[in-house]
């Protein structure tokens, strides 16, 4: 079965810029997704198509997918920004979520 | 406005049934592929099950397969999970999540129900 491979954790300062990558077997032939989770909330796509934000997503958040890996990219992090998130392409016609990345904005 | 409200969780003994419910409202529900995703707690996202909005077709992850059935009533714009010989590894929060197929993405998801599976 496909899998997605994520880091853990990761940490980043305001304002800065963190970057989160999720690996799959040839993830740039497909779409990512990208989905944020805060603690107690379902979890709300961020981005969709591998670079398209949804309407309300701010302008901060950005993905990228080529070869084995998706990116999301977060520019000048926020403290509201501190979340969980998952990476999800699909595999035939079905769903595959990454182990998720917990963001840490300290 | 979109939503999606489950409802039918709660705590069951090892073997047993649950059925969970998840009303849509605000969207044309029947131009949407549906699905069941759960997390259990303290970990991550595990997609259970998915329904096609026109063709029916129906796919299940290994984990749950044979013993969970998902399903949809247009007329009442609500999905289903019957969920069968329930293990201690089923608890959870189940959430149910529309596909938006523009999109190609999980874009409408409900607050979740709590599955608890214990003696």
């Known amino acids: 079965s496909y899998e997605l491979t994520q880091p853990p954790s990761v940490s980043v300062s305001p304002g800065q810029t963190a970057s989160i990558t999720c690996s799959g077997d040839?993830?740039?032939?497909?779409?990512s997704c990208w989905y944020q989770q805060k603690p107690g909330q379902s979890p709300v796509l961020v981005i969709y198509?591998?670079?398209k934000r949804p309407s309300g997503i701010p302008e901060r958040f950005s993905g990228s997918n080529s070869g084995n890996t998706a990116t999301l990219t977060i520019s000048g992090t926020q403290a509201m920004d501190e979340a969980d998130y998952y990476c999800q392409a699909w595999d035939s016609s079905t769903v595959v979520f990454g182990g998720g990345t917990k963001l840490t904005v300290l | 406005e979109v939503q999606l409200v489950e409802s039918g969780g709660g705590l069951v003994k090892p073997g047993g049934s649950l059925r969970l419910s998840c009303a849509a409202s605000g969207f044309t529900f029947s131009s949407y592929n549906m699905n069941w995703v759960r997390q259990a707690p303290g970990k991550g996202l595990e997609w259970v099950a998915s329904?096609?909005?026109?063709?029916?077709?129906?796919y299940y992850a290994d984990s749950v397969k044979g013993r969970f059935t998902i399903s949809r009533d247009y007329a009442k714009n609500s999905l289903y999970l019957q969920m069968n010989s329930l293990r201690a590894e089923d608890t959870a929060v189940y959430y149910c999540?529309?596909?938006?197929?523009?999109?190609?993405?999980?874009?409408?998801w409900g607050q979740g129900t709590l599955v608890t599976v214990s003696s």
């Open positions: 198509q591998d670079t």
């Open positions: 040839k993830l740039g032939d497909k779409y």
């Open positions: 999540a529309g596909v938006d197929t523009a999109m190609v993405a999980l874009a409408y």
């Open positions: 329904i096609s909005n026109r063709n029916g077709y129906i």
